[in-house]
T-cell receptor, first 113, second 113 residues
Framework: ELKVEQNPLFLSMQEGKNYTIYCNYSTTSDRLYWYRQDPGKSLESLFVLLSNGAVKQEGRLMASLDTKARLSTLHITAAVHDLSATYFCAVDITTSGTYKYIFGTGTRLKVLA | DTEVTQTPKHLVMGMTNKKSLKCEQHMGHRAMYWYKQKAKKPPELMFVYSYEKLSINESVPSRFSPECPNSSLLNLHLHALQPEDSALYLC????????????FGPGTRLLVL
């Protein structure tokens, strides 16, 4: 059974600091996605990572994928309050048209001014 | 237009009711998804329509029934739900299917009494 674990589950950090969120998964996949969810809101797609070594950056966020280690990271650079949200990774092991798309546990980030 | 719309925003129903959730997109996307999200939990994929072909998460009970009248519309028919089905139901769409950015609607908050 595919398991997708994120750590930390909760993260409180000061503005201006750097930090990394980790997403580990238990089966082979080369497709991983990151999402952001604000409290009481829907999901927003951040990154789509489709190969080993893929790296994507948008603003203060950078995501990478190591399929051999079954690990993705979401790095936050010089955090600002607006980044406070819950971040989910999701692993896609769809095969032969059967969709299997599992979200991680989520990391609740709070950036303190 | 990069918007996915969902109606209603909120729904309260009894266990004997029949209701439907609606989702619409006008981005020309050929894949649409239903997710269920319980409070403080990650979303769970329920159904996918990709190029009019349905893919089902086998753990979803039969009291949930998806319908895709055309490539822009996705319905979720609800019948004889249980209180534990109370959740946020999210619709998403993507251009062709897996491996692509998903755009999420605002969700429908469902309460089953």
């Amino acid at each position: 059974e595919l398991k997708v674990e994120q750590n930390p589950l909760f993260l409180s950090m000061q503005e201006g600091k750097n930090y990394t969120i980790y997403c580990n998964y238990s089966t082979t996949s080369d497709r991983l996605y990151w999402y952001r969810q604000d409290p009481g809101k829907s999901l927003e797609s951040l990154f789509v990572l489709l190969s080993n070594g893929a790296v994507k950056q948008e603003g203060r966020l950078m995501a990478s994928l190591d399929t051999k280690a079954r690990l993705s990271t979401l790095h936050i650079t010089a955090a600002v309050h607006d980044l406070s949200a819950t971040y989910f990774c999701a692993v896609d092991i769809t095969t032969s048209g059967t969709y299997k798309y599992i979200f991680g546990t989520g990391t609740r980030l709070k950036v303190l001014a | 237009d990069t918007e996915v719309t969902q109606t209603p925003k909120h729904l309260v129903m009894g266990m004997t009711n029949k209701k439907s959730l609606k989702c619409e997109q006008h981005m020309g996307h050929r894949a649409m998804y239903w997710y269920k999200q319980k409070a403080k939990k990650p979303p769970e994929l329920m159904f996918v329509y990709s190029y009019e072909k349905l893919s089902i998460n086998e753990s979803v009970p039969s009291r949930f029934s998806p319908e895709c009248p055309n490539s822009s519309l996705l319905n979720l028919h609800l019948h004889a739900l249980q209180p534990e089905d109370s959740a946020l139901y999210l619709c998403a769409s993507s251009q062709g299917g897996a491996q692509e950015t998903q755009y999420f609607g605002p969700g429908t908050r469902l309460l089953v009494l």
